[in-house]
């Protein structure tokens, strides 16, 4: 059993710290090879190397220069989890990466201890080389063009309401197989431009009427907040995808993690959930998100 007043100091740390992060604290440490939960759990305290990708909302950098977001604040509660419920102080190392594609990759070909948020979707396929936490969020994909293209009302209308114009998919997504499949269904014609960012292809639909694409709902929303000249077909919408943390394929984290995340009839029907995605992603997304996800666990 660890000291209590070493517990209290660390728990007392963690409330000052409020979910944020100082930039200046986000040194990568050389990294020491695989860290299993039951070694973290024998010692008492261990270090979870997360990976991450800058996102607006969820891991971003705000004007006093500290990490935070919905998934920097969401596993930073799990670390006041483990004290609390396990004794355990465990040190959080947050590495950013650029590309999304890199960001996948390094976790697919990670080791244990290691842990990734970037608003990957949960699907039976990535399950096969990674694993996955319980869904942190119930995402709504956004049909989106220029503000000048008429309504789309159904996806037979494709060919017409978006004819000559192509599709843009972020590379390597599900947006890019929901675009290829429904272009190939309802408007052969288009042809499929790639981007790397979602932050790219808001700037390139917005640009000029040449474009369709899915981005996630947070993202139109943020765009059209800061003026964008985008427009979501709601006619497009889908609903059918979760977000959750990755892992390397068969973690020790996981099972933990799930405790974490069943603890009080499940996270995200806790008023400290809904409390953390209000701050970062604004009360009317917020409704809008946590609608969905009550309709997804209702199903």
């Known amino acids: 059993m660890k000291h209590p007043a070493i517990l209290s100091a660390f728990l007392i740390l963690i409330l000052l710290v409020s979910g944020c992060v100082a930039e200046s604290d986000q040194v990568e440490r050389e990294y020491d090879g695989p860290v299993t939960w039951a070694a973290v759990q024998d010692e008492g305290h261990g270090v979870l190397r ?10 971003y950098t705000n004007e006093e220069g500290e990490l935070t977001g919905l998934t ?6 799990f670390t006041r989890f483990l004290a609390e419920e396990h004794d355990v102080l465990l040190e959080l190392d947050f590495v950013e990466v650029e590309n999304w594609t890199d960001f996948y990759n390094d976790i697919v070909e990670g080791e244990d201890g290691m842990i990734g948020m970037g608003n990957v979707t949960i699907t039976e396929e990535r399950r096969e080389e990674l694993s ?19 309504e789309l009302t159904g996806f037979e209308e494709m060919s017409s309401v978006f004819e000559g114009r192509d599709a843009l998919a972020f ?34 639909v917005g640009a000029s009427d040449s474009y369709f694409a899915y981005i996630d709902i947070y993202n139109y929303w943020r765009a059209v907040d800061r003026g964008a ?4 077909h709601e006619a497009g919408d889908e609903a059918a995808e979760q977000f959750g943390y990755i892992m390397p ?10 405790e974490y995340f069943e603890k ?11 409390e953390i995605m ?5 009360e009317r997304l917020t409704e809008l998100l946590i609608e969905a996800h009550r309709q997804e666990i209702s199903e």
């Open 264 to 274: 009080n009839g499940g996270l995200l029907l806790t008023t400290r959930y809904r």
């Open 278 to 282: 209000a701050e970062h992603l604004g």
């Open 50 to 59: 997360v990976l991450y990708v800058p996102a607006d909302g969820f891991a």
């Open 132 to 150: 996955f936490s319980p869904p942190y969020m119930t995402n709504i994909a956004s049909l989106i063009s220029h503000i000048n293209t008429n």
């Open 171 to 204: 590379e390597g997504t599900l947006h890019e197989d929901r675009l290829r499949n429904l272009t190939e269904q309802y408007h052969p014609d288009a042809e499929i431009a790639l981007a790397t960012s979602n932050d790219e292809i808001i700037e390139r």
């Open 249 to 258: 394929l068969n973690s020790t984290w996981e099972p933990v993690l799930n």
């Open 72 to 77: 920097v604040e969401l596993i930073i509660d």
């Open 229 to 232: 000249d985008i427009q979501r």
